[in-house]
């Protein structure tokens, strides 16, 4: 069981936090009125500790920063970690429940937005593990790689996550839940799919991303989103798994 019942959230970069982000925040702390709010930023978290913390930070890349802290905070303390564009809908006390949890943002992808986990629990273990010997930038090359990606393979390597959207439950008591329960906003195409089962919806602010990425990546959405029409739904995740598993 997650059973602490603390709520973790980053914000570095030394800047006061927009009014949105405050607001949203401050709805955290309304619904859920008896969870402890632990903020991590320059002032309760050595960014220095490791390499790749100390120079994504040097390179003012901060979500990069939380890639890392969300995991190192989870496995010190236990919990749950929120992105600070995910909004709540209501009570998250049916989460504690599980050993480790998170959803999924596709049937492709796990998110990382919201995901909890009980003290030193396996799953975060493997997980931070990834940063042993990383480096955010390798000679001069900066390592933007979105930590979905190896945390999705890790969950379909170690924990035999299956690429559906439906609840599953893995080794070491890891839940897995649908895209309506934690996500419920398409990152494509922006939509909102909120039902009974919703308990949040993350909005996907992309704030580690570029003009440029920003602009990459509704082209690459295009092009999905044609592929789709031309092959079928179907078809084109055969394609998009056989890929995966060459990539593997």
């Not at 930023?41 to 913390?53: A, G, I, K, Q, R």
């Not at 390592?143 to 893995?170: A, C, D, H, M, R």
């Not at 309506?180 to 089962?197: P, Q, R």
Request: charged content about 25%.
């Amino acid at each position: 069981m997650v059973n602490n019942k603390i709520i973790h959230f980053c914000w570095f970069g030394m800047g006061k936090m927009p009014d949105e982000v405050s607001k949203t925040v401050n709805n955290w702390k309304k619904i859920l009125h008896d969870y402890e709010f632990m903020l991590w930023d320059e002032s309760t978290f050595n960014v220095n500790m490791h390499p790749y913390t100390k120079e994504a930070y040097n390179h003012k890349k901060y979500a990069y920063v939380t890639d890392y802290v969300r995991l190192y905070v989870l496995k010190l303390y236990g919990g749950i970690y929120m992105d600070t564009d995910v909004d709540v809908i209501k009570s998250l006390d049916i989460f504690l429940e599980n050993r480790a949890f998170t959803g999924c943002e596709s049937d492709q992808m796990c998110v990382t937005g919201i995901m909890g986990a009980v003290p030193n629990h396996p799953w975060i273990n493997d997980l931070i593990s990834h940063y042993d010997n990383l480096h955010f930038e390798n000679n001069g090359e900066l390592s933007l790689i979105p930590n979905t990606k190896f945390i999705t393979e890790v969950t379909i390597q170690k924990y035999g996550w299956k690429q559906e959207n439906i609840y599953q439950e893995l080794q070491h008591g890891l839940v897995i839940y649908p895209f309506n329960v934690l996500c419920a906003k398409n990152w494509e195409t922006g939509k909102i799919e909120i039902s009974d089962d919703t308990y949040t919806i993350h909005n996907f602010s992309g704030s580690w991303l570029s003009k440029r990425q920003k602009s990459t990546k509704k082209v690459k959405s295009f092009i999905k989103n044609l592929l789709k029409k031309i092959v079928g739904e179907n078809n084109y995740k055969k394609i998009i798994n056989k890929k995966r598993k060459m990539d593997l």
